[in-house]
């Protein structure tokens, strides 16, 4: 089966639109770990419009199923992370402006900078994964890093898809086949949803985890929250 790791930054955007604690992070992380999800995802950036550094931290203990921190390695991430020994640290790309996460690395002009990163992750018995587009030549250079796995970027997926377009998942196929040939392992995530995530879950070999997020925090909104993790479980089988 592979994993689905509830992304949990609309939670903490909805909380910090008003201040205070509420609706808690906290309380998400515990619920959705009880609801199936089978790990937390955060994504804190740097000026924590969402997710804060202290959420992270807030989030170590009580995280018991698989924890991952999503960002760009600037020192103050890394440092969080080390911090916090999360099971997983997924490295994107992502600008200080950016709404949302809109690229996978070039892992071939950073690859030095990728590898040297992963390194010292590693060195800390944290697992590691790149967050790339479904590119070949992007895979062979992850494979360089020394990562552990890659984070496929779906959005381009996802949007083809709602056109009606299935044949949108090819080069994804093509990225797993060769992620499996050179060992690495595959995670993926942006835009997946309820609508498609069984279709892609089922042309993806070997797909171990997706991280999913603003799909289903808005599928919650209408159909509850327990309701739609045990939905996406369904999917995943």
């Known amino acids: ?141 992850a494979k360089a890093t020394g990562t552990d796995r890659i984070e496929l970027y779906t959005e381009s997926f996802a949007h083809q898809y709602g056109l009606g377009n299935t044949n949108g998942i090819q080069p994804y196929v093509e990225a797993a086949n060769l992620s499996n040939q050179l060992g690495l392992g595959i995670n993926a995530g942006h835009d997946l949803s309820l609508e498609n995530i069984k279709f892609f879950k089922e042309h993806i070999p070997n797909l171990l985890e997706v991280s999913i997020g603003h799909a289903l925090i808005c599928e919650s909104l209408y159909l509850g929250i327990e309701n739609v993790v045990n939905m996406y479980l369904h999917k995943l089988k």
């Open 1 to 141: 089966m592979t994993k689905l790791s509830v992304n949990i930054n609309k939670i903490a955007t909805l909380r910090n639109s008003r201040g205070g604690n509420v609706p808690s992070v906290t309380q998400v992380a515990i619920d959705v770990q009880k609801f199936g999800a089978h790990g937390v995802t955060i994504h804190p950036r740097p000026d924590e419009r969402h997710i804060r550094y202290q959420d992270a931290r807030d989030l170590k203990s009580l995280v018991y199923t698989e924890f991952n921190i999503e960002g760009n390695p600037v020192q103050k991430f890394i440092d969080l992370v080390l911090e916090t020994k999360p099971t997983q640290v997924t490295l994107v790309p992502d600008a200080d402006d950016a709404l949302t996460s809109n690229a996978g690395w070039d892992t071939i002009k950073n690859q030095s900078f990728l590898t040297e990163v992963i390194a010292e992750f590693k060195r800390n018995s944290i697992r590691t994964s790149i967050f790339v587009d479904p590119v070949l030549a992007m895979i062979e250079g």
